[in-house]
């Protein structure tokens, strides 16, 4: 069974950088996209961006795409994200998932992680 | 970007009917549109992709149709587990791929 776990600080201050990983058991981590995805009461639901492997570029939302880093390290199965500059827009549930094998869908989510930005 | 539109914000509904819930495309997304379910606390679920099939696990009670920019999630015999909210999800034009704002079905 595919499980994922988000884990990271729960308080970040305006300005300084969100740092989330996402831990992965029962799948390969080379055969999947993996991505980050929030959820805000303002915005909904929030596509932040994908990654296949280290040798493929991430894909991000154009909207976020100038602050997202989405790194991936298949020996320890984790793959990660980081948000710089961050406001208290950013205040969100944030999700891993996995992306689908053939449907840009996502089929395995974590259980979220709530980060608040405040200082 | 591709900007999802459901209808109604909430809709009730009595339990052992039927529900209806429609996703609005701002352009066409052909049948590449997904449907999840979210019950409070927990992660989305995938219930369906590619407009009309459904996930593993999936009962047959949920059914999708539609493509271009009409979209309808049906629930048939609506048991209490299936009072949640559910969001609709394009993949047609990314990136960004994106959700619409949700339905709560309540009882």
């Known amino acids: 069974q595919v499980q994922l776990q988000e884990s990271g600080p729960g308080l970040v201050k305006p300005s300084e950088t969100l740092s989330l990983t996402c831990s992965v058991s029962?799948?390969?981590?080379?055969?999947?996209?993996w991505s980050w995805i929030r959820q805000s009461p303002g915005k909904g639901l929030e596509w932040i961006g994908n990654?296949?492997?280290?040798?493929?570029?991430?894909s991000y939302n154009p909207s976020l795409k100038s602050r997202v880093t989405i790194s991936i390290d298949t020996s320890t199965n984790q793959f990660s994200l980081r948000l710089t500059s961050v406001t208290p827009a950013d205040t969100a549930v944030y999700y891993c998932a996995r992306r689908a094998e053939r449907y840009f869908v996502f089929d395995f989510w974590g259980q979220g992680a709530l980060v608040t930005v405040s200082s | 970007e591709v900007v999802m539109t459901q209808s109604p914000a909430t809709l009730s509904v009595s339990p052992g009917e039927s529900a209806s819930l429609s996703c609005r495309a701002s352009?066409?997304?052909?049948?590449?549109l997904a449907w999840y379910q979210q019950k409070p606390g927990q992660a989305p679920r995938l219930l369906i992709y590619a407009s009309s099939t459904r996930a593993t696990g999936i009962p047959d009670r949920f059914s999708g149709s539609g493509s271009g920019t009409e979209f309808t999630l049906t629930i048939s015999s609506l048991q209490s587990e299936d009072f949640a909210v559910y969001y609709c999800?394009?993949?047609?034009?990314?990136?960004?791929?994106?959700f619409g704002q949700g339905t709560r079905l309540e009882i």
């Open positions: 990654i296949l492997s280290t040798h493929y570029n991430p």
């Open positions: 352009q066409s997304v052909s049948v590449n």
């Open positions: 999800q394009q993949y047609n034009d990314r990136p960004p791929i994106t």
């Open positions: 029962g799948a390969s981590m080379n055969d999947f996209y």
